[in-house]
């Protein structure tokens, strides 16, 4: 079998890939939870823990991802990935006990790392090496439209109902897995399980991705609660807040992605890097709107951009051994994430401030800038 003869349907599954597996099952689920605590379909605490529990599905799936494009193939993998996450969420309309949404949750959070693990390498592979930068960057701006998504469409469907809400999102992953359904490259599997070379340069860019991750959850996780809560501002500016987040996060990729292509992936990645710094000082020190929005714009762009950047970056430093690369990485983002995650909840519940989140988010963008700059 050969690649599709054009690169752009390879992009295309690649942004519904990544729109549906993480956009969409995960951060359209941010909105969703005040209605269900409200409406008695979970506690607080059982919410946080559906929340966990994606988080560690995803670990799983990037994990298990490399063996499951083995045994099943890059297409079917990334097929199947599809239509489980998008049955995850057609599942979760049933108003079950937490017993019933956990494996859903989970499952959906395994798909979602399958996806994200197998789609990059599988769009890389298809599209010619001057595009490849931009083409990470378009990739992952599926995620920034899956935020987009959850703050505009989710608010709206709510008045419907729960279920409704739920089964609307199942629609849409459905139809984003019929419209990528032909457009996927036949590409070959990951190689056979096998370490790349750690050291040196890659080594930098797997722990450099692993802090940007640190920095990226401070806002992935509580930035409309800050600006709800914490600022006292309300929900609905919470809600324009996280809006914001998710346009940095879908334009993010591809300006970061044709940076890449302009100057080449290492002073793009690292750029990007520096960038970080910024959207996480501005809380700690300015709460006017307009530092607000600065702040959730680049916060967006830069953790939305570090994704891509380091898929283009694994690409021209591994070869090969790119997708082992990828996978080593998106592991680490995902350990990292699940790891400051708790750390955060912790500080938030002992101090009632998100100030120290913002700082742990920034010592990590600083520590992420000095690796990813050797």
Same mark, same amino acid.
């Given at each position: 079998?050969?690649?599709?003869?054009?690169?752009?349907?390879?992009?295309?599954?690649?942004?519904?890939?990544?729109?549906?597996?993480?956009?969409?099952?995960?951060?359209?689920?941010?909105?969703?939870?005040?209605?269900?605590?409200?409406?008695?379909?979970?506690?607080?605490?059982? *919410? !946080?823990? @559906?929340? &966990?529990?994606?988080?560690? %599905?995803?670990?799983? $799936? +990037?994990? =298990?991802? /490399? #063996?499951?494009?083995?045994?099943?193939?890059?297409?079917?993998?990334?097929?199947?990935?599809?239509?489980?996450?998008?049955?995850?969420?057609?599942?979760?309309?049933?108003?079950?006990?937490?017993?019933?949404?956990?494996?859903?949750?989970?499952?959906?959070?395994?798909?979602?790392?399958?996806?994200?693990?197998?789609?990059?390498?599988?769009?890389?592979?298809?599209?010619?090496?001057?595009?490849?930068?931009?083409? *990470? !960057?378009? @990739?992952? &701006?599926?995620?920034?439209? %899956?935020?987009?998504? $959850? +703050?505009? =469409?989710? /608010? #709206?469907?709510?008045?419907?109902?729960?279920?409704?809400?739920?089964?609307?999102?199942?629609?849409?992953?459905?139809?984003?897995?019929?419209?990528?359904?032909?457009?996927?490259?036949?590409?070959?599997?990951?190689?056979?399980?096998?370490?790349?070379?750690?050291?040196?340069?890659?080594?930098?860019?797997?722990?450099?991705?692993?802090?940007?991750?640190?920095?990226?959850?401070?806002?992935?996780?509580?930035?409309?609660?800050?600006?709800?809560?914490?600022?006292?501002?309300?929900?609905?500016?919470?809600? +324009?807040?996280?809006?914001?987040?998710?346009?940095?996060?879908?334009?993010?990729?591809?300006?970061?992605?044709?940076?890449?292509?302009?100057?080449?992936?290492?002073?793009?990645?690292?750029?990007?890097?520096?960038?970080?710094?910024?959207?996480?000082?501005?809380?700690?020190?300015?709460?006017?709107?307009?530092?607000?929005?600065?702040?959730?714009?680049?916060?967006?762009?830069?953790?939305?951009?570090?994704?891509?950047?380091?898929?283009?970056?694994?690409?021209?430093?591994?070869?090969?051994?790119?997708?082992?690369?990828?996978?080593?990485?998106?592991?680490?983002?995902?350990?990292?994430?699940?790891?400051?995650?708790?750390?955060?909840?912790?500080?938030?519940?002992?101090?009632?401030?998100?100030?120290?989140?913002?700082?742990?988010?920034?010592?990590?963008?600083?520590?992420?800038?000095?690796?990813?700059?050797?």
């Amino acid at each position: 079998m050969t690649a599709l003869p054009s690169p752009r349907a390879a992009i295309m599954a690649g942004v519904c890939a990544t729109l549906l597996g993480v956009g969409l099952q995960r951060f359209a689920y941010a909105p969703l939870v005040p209605a269900m605590v409200g409406h008695g379909w979970l506690t607080a605490g059982e *919410a !946080g823990t @559906l929340g &966990a529990a994606n988080f560690a %599905g995803y670990l799983v $799936g +990037a994990a =298990i991802a /490399p #063996a499951a494009g083995r045994r099943l193939g890059m297409r079917p993998a990334l097929r199947l990935g599809m239509l489980t996450a998008t049955l995850c969420l057609l599942l979760c309309a049933w108003r079950g006990p937490l017993a019933w949404l956990l494996p859903w949750r989970t499952l959906a959070g395994i798909a979602g790392g399958v996806l994200m693990v197998l789609a990059g390498p599988a769009v890389q592979a298809a599209v010619p090496v001057a595009l490849r930068g931009l083409a *990470a !960057g378009l @990739l992952f &701006a599926g995620v920034g439209g %899956g935020i987009m998504a $959850g +703050a505009l =469409i989710v /608010p #709206a469907l709510l008045p419907a109902g729960l279920p409704a809400t739920w089964l609307a999102l199942a629609a849409a992953g459905l139809a984003l897995s019929l419209l990528s359904w032909p457009r996927w490259p036949a590409v070959p599997p990951p190689p056979a399980a096998r370490l790349p070379d750690m050291s040196g340069a890659t080594g930098r860019l797997v722990a450099a991705y692993g802090f940007a991750s640190v920095a990226a959850t401070a806002h992935m996780a509580w930035w409309p609660d800050f600006i709800a809560r914490g600022l006292g501002m309300g929900a609905g500016m919470g809600a +324009a807040g996280w809006f914001l987040y998710g346009v940095g996060a879908a334009l993010g990729p591809a300006l970061c992605g044709m940076a890449a292509d302009r100057v080449g992936t290492r002073r793009a990645f690292s750029g990007t890097l520096l960038l970080q710094l910024l959207p996480l000082s501005l809380p700690l020190v300015a709460h006017s709107l307009p530092f607000l929005a600065i702040s959730a714009l680049l916060g967006g762009a830069t953790a939305a951009g570090t994704t891509g950047l380091t898929l283009a970056r694994a690409r021209d430093l591994g070869g090969d051994a790119a997708p082992g690369i990828w996978r080593i990485g998106t592991v680490a983002w995902a350990a990292a994430q699940m790891a400051t995650g708790f750390l955060m909840a912790w500080l938030y519940a002992h101090t009632g401030s998100h100030m120290p989140i913002f700082a742990v988010g920034l010592g990590g963008a600083v520590i992420a800038a000095v690796v990813g700059r050797r």
